[in-house]
């Protein structure tokens, strides 16, 4: 079965500097992807390549069994929802949307059933006669949304839709996006470096760095079982701890923690990957430390316990259980919920 | 902050003293234009006959139609060029010095550029007229079209040609819906400095000008020749007036444009 978009062995350089490296990915209809990751991993590059604002050096994109890289932009049928939106400023939001339906030659009255449509989906009806600079940052947000999806694409490119969007608005339009897509029915493939955005939206992430596809998984798989350091690093937050595995215990500055069995051959260098969430204070545990600072956000607490390691270990509290500061505490998990990565 | 202001009053007396530097020669143009008399320095009474004669010349009728045909043709000629160029600069290259190339004549020296022409014009046996007069205003106008539409390219969103793309425009189609509309208040500046521009500039018709078609700077300096007449005074301040008139529009469009 070949999926509904192949990406095979895409590669773009700029010059020296690689921005896609060898990379494939396959992507199924009515999935709502994310490519995460940090600043310059390329995932920007290769959305533009999907939309066919970008060339690339070598390699295939096949939209149900398609070339698409032959295709010029003005072709595809994926359309993309700029970072900065892009919405032309002399034209109304009403002109704005009906753009690309014209361009396409409809008749008339079909433009403008289809354009009222989707401004209705996105609540901005009754804004149809006002120029974008009247807007606020959300409603030109849904405007740039209702522009791309009423030429109803294969595909909807999103390049860091909500970064420009206040925390509140942002949330709300996530929820909204979701939404969209659902009744839609379109495949979305949204750019982000945010992992909570990636994470909670998305069915499917690929995170990206270096120009490659590090790990692709659901958001639940990612969090539980990342692929390697990075990938833990990257997602939610976590405790890293470098060592050395022994036959039977990992080796973490001279302190002995308890392991699960492993495949990493004894006496490699491995990371010990424990979510704050993970852990629990008790009147015995593996390591102890004392509590250096606790930060509060809302429903649970972050402490920060030094166990002499290289770095302060974080641990997910309930409220009315946060210790004092500068108490000891004992930290223990189920050594079997830990992931050990090797450190290459 | 009134205390203030007025204790450092003095210093605004450069800002005057600089006005009045600027603006001395011209006051007295303007004023003596409206002098009765025609002795050029003595001021003997109001009238307004000079402008009177203005229009019962035919010399200078003639020049004015010259003038006139000159800078709207060259005007026209800069703006579609310039446009061009300054398109092609900001979005289909990357080379600071083909930049800095395509915009050197506006600042280059009118007698070089204006020798340059006659040669030019002379080796190709191009006879001299009002047309070889069009062909160099263009060409030094279209530099300063370029800078200013440059400007504004460098301000819009250089995104917005690519969402037209992909929303299914052609790349001609994204220029002329998308592109020339963002640009249009520069494309207005442009064309109204081009206009001023060539209006008054008077080295480079000179020397590209053939003898039958004085534009209107060359017959007043022609004039001049003979002494500066009253007449004179009044036609420099009628050809200041526009020049000034189309600079503050040009200014007041670009500024209005860019606030929305």
Redesign the interface.
């Known amino acids: 079965m070949s999926a509904f978009l192949s990406i095979e062995n895409l590669s773009k350089n700029y010059g020296q500097q690689i921005a896609i490296k060898n990379l494939s990915l396959e992507i199924a209809e009515n999935e709502f992807f994310a490519l995460l990751g940090p600043s310059g991993c390329g995932k920007t590059t290769l959305l533009r390549a999907l939309a066919g604002l970008e060339s690339v050096d070598a390699g295939e994109i096949r939209l149900q069994n398609q070339d698409l890289l032959s295709l010029p932009a003005n072709k595809r049928p994926v359309n993309l929802m700029f970072q900065s939106y892009a919405l032309f400023p002399h034209l109304t939001v009403y002109e704005n949307v009906a753009y690309g339906l014209r361009r396409e030659g409809l008749p008339k009255d079909e433009i403008a059933e289809r354009t009222s449509k989707v401004l209705r989906t996105v609540s901005l009806l009754d804004q149809k006669n006002r120029s974008p600079s009247q807007l606020s940052g959300g409603q030109k947000q849904r405007v740039a949304l209702a522009r791309a999806i009423v030429k109803r694409p294969k595909i909807l490119l999103l390049d860091e839709p909500l970064s420009a969007l206040d925390k509140k608005v942002r949330s709300e339009m996530q929820l909204e996006l979701k939404r969209l897509q659902h009744e839609a029915g379109i495949t979305f493939i949204l750019v982000t470096h945010d992992q909570e955005e990636a994470m909670s939206i998305a069915d499917r992430i690929a995170l990206m760095d270096q120009g490659e596809v590090i790990q692709v998984a659901t958001p639940v798989e990612m969090y539980r079982a990342p692929k390697t350091k990075f990938v833990a690093d990257f997602i939610g937050e976590n405790n890293l701890l470098t060592g050395q595995i022994t036959t039977s215990s990992f080796m973490v500055a001279g302190k002995s923690l308890p392991i699960a069995n492993t495949q990493l051959p004894s006496g490699s260098n491995a990371v010990l990957v424990l979510r704050p969430e993970q852990i629990t204070l008790g009147v015995s545990g593996f390591v102890a430390g004392k509590l250096i600072s606790s930060n509060f956000y809302g429903g649970s607490t972050l402490l920060f316990i030094d166990c002499g390691f290289d770095q302060l270990i974080k641990v997910t509290c309930v409220l009315d259980q946060v210790p004092v500061v500068g108490t000891t505490c004992h930290l223990s998990w189920n050594p079997a919920d830990a992931t050990l990565l090797s450190d290459g | 902050m009134k205390k203030v202001g007025s204790k450092l009053g003095w210093l605004k007396l450069p800002l005057y003293g600089a006005l009045l530097f600027l603006y001395l020669p011209i006051a007295v143009l303007i004023f003596m234009s409206f002098n009765e008399s025609d002795a050029p320095f003595t001021w003997t009474g109001f009238s307004t006959r000079w402008y009177g004669e203005l229009i019962s010349s035919p010399e200078i009728l003639t020049g004015f139609r010259n003038t006139l045909i000159v800078a709207i043709a060259a005007t026209i000629i800069a703006v579609v060029l310039g446009t061009l160029l300054a398109v092609g600069l900001a979005r289909y290259q990357r080379s600071a010095a083909l930049e800095a190339i395509a915009l050197t004549p506006a600042i280059f020296p009118d007698l070089a550029l204006a020798i340059g022409l006659l040669t030019l014009f002379t080796n190709l046996n191009y006879a001299l007229g009002l047309d070889s007069v069009i062909i160099s205003h263009a060409l030094f106008c279209a530099a300063f079209v370029t800078a200013i539409v440059r400007g504004r390219l460098h301000q819009?969103?250089s995104?917005?040609e690519?969402?037209?793309?992909?929303?299914?425009?052609?790349a001609v189609?994204a220029f002329f819906?998308?592109t020339l509309?963002?640009i249009?208040p520069a494309l207005i500046a442009g064309a109204l400095l081009s206009f001023t521009l060539s209006l008054d500039e008077f080295v480079i018709a000179f020397f590209t000008n053939g003898p039958s078609t004085p534009t209107l700077p060359i017959v007043i300096y022609s004039m001049v020749r003979f002494g500066v007449s009253p007449e004179i005074n009044a036609l420099a301040t009628l050809v200041l007036l526009t020049s000034a008139l189309i600079i503050i529009i040009a200014q007041r469009n670009l500024k209005v444009k860019d606030q929305?």
């Open positions: 819009i969103d995104s917005l690519q969402a037209a793309a992909d929303l299914g425009d052609t189609g819906r998308i509309p963002s249009k929305i």
